[in-house]
Antibody, heavy 118, light 107 residues
Framework: EVQLVESGGGLVQPGGSLRLSCAASGFTFSSYTMNWVRQAPGKGLEWVSSISATTSYIYYADSVKGRFTISRDNAKNSLYLQMNSLRAEDTALYYC???????????WGQGTLVTVSS | DIQMTQSPSTLSASVGDRVTITCRASQSISSWLAWYRQKPGKAPNLLIYKASTLESGVPSRLSGSGSGTEFTLTINSLQPDDFANYYCQQYNSSPFTFGPGTTVDIK
């Protein structure tokens, strides 16, 4: 069974940093593109970043480019999101999602909540 | 960047109804379009990919169509499980944008 479990969320002040993690199991992690998608409270879905299986390509949404860094450790079956210079508008539930055929997402974690507030 | 729109934003329907949600892209995305359902407090679920291919386990009363810039999700014989939020997403090119969502609620 595919499982994605996010961790690392919490309350952080504006300008602060957080590192999110996603532990994957139940599939060959090193074969799949992985993604972060976020959802602000009461709002829609926003794709944040993608990293290919061998890190040959990495993409970011304009809203996080230069502040967030996606990475992965295939030996540890883990996906990461380093978030720096956090802003109030980064407050959201952050989902880890596995890519299907192409860059749509057929498996999702339950999310980890990031709150940016003073 | 490719912008995605959905209509309607809210749709009120009854069990047994046939409903259609439309998704439009600001430029051609071929058939690189996915549909998701999300229930309150839960992660989204992939329903349809490549515009019309049903994800494994998704009931056949759901269907998708379209290509280029205009797409539709149709649910035949609406069931209680179908009252939820629906999002389209283009994955033709980065950034992989979602539509703003459509809420299907009980009339």
């Amino acid at each position: 069974e595919v499982q994605l479990v996010e961790s690392g969320g919490g309350l952080v002040q504006p300008g602060g940093s957080l590192r999110l993690s996603c532990a994957a199991s139940g599939f060959t992690f090193s074969s799949y593109t992985m993604n972060w998608v976020r959802q602000a409270p009461g709002k829609g879905l926003e794709w944040v970043s993608s990293i290919s299986a061998t890190t040959s390509y990495i993409y970011y949404a304009d809203s996080v480019k230069g502040r967030f860094t996606i990475s992965r450790d295939n030996a540890k079956n883990s996906l990461y999101l380093q978030m720096n210079s956090l802003r109030a508008e980064d407050t959201a539930l952050y989902y880890c999602a596995r890519a299907s055929i192409g860059d749509c997402f057929n498996y999702w974690g339950q999310g980890t909540l990031v709150t940016v507030s003073s | 960047d490719i912008q995605m729109t959905q209509s309607p934003s809210t749709l009120s329907a009854s069990v047994g109804d046939r409903v259609t949600i439309t998704c439009r892209a600001s430029q051609s995305i071929s058939s690189w379009l996915a549909w998701y359902r999300q229930k309150p407090g839960k992660a989204p679920n992939l329903l349809i990919y490549k515009a019309s291919t049903l994800e494994s386990g998704v009931p056949s009363r759901l269907s998708g169509s379209g290509s280029g810039t205009e797409f539709t999700l149709t649910i035949n014989s609406l069931q209680p499980d179908d009252f939820a939020n629906y999002y389209c997403q283009q994955y033709n090119s980065s950034p992989f944008t979602f539509g703003p969502g459509t809420t299907v609620d009980i009339k």
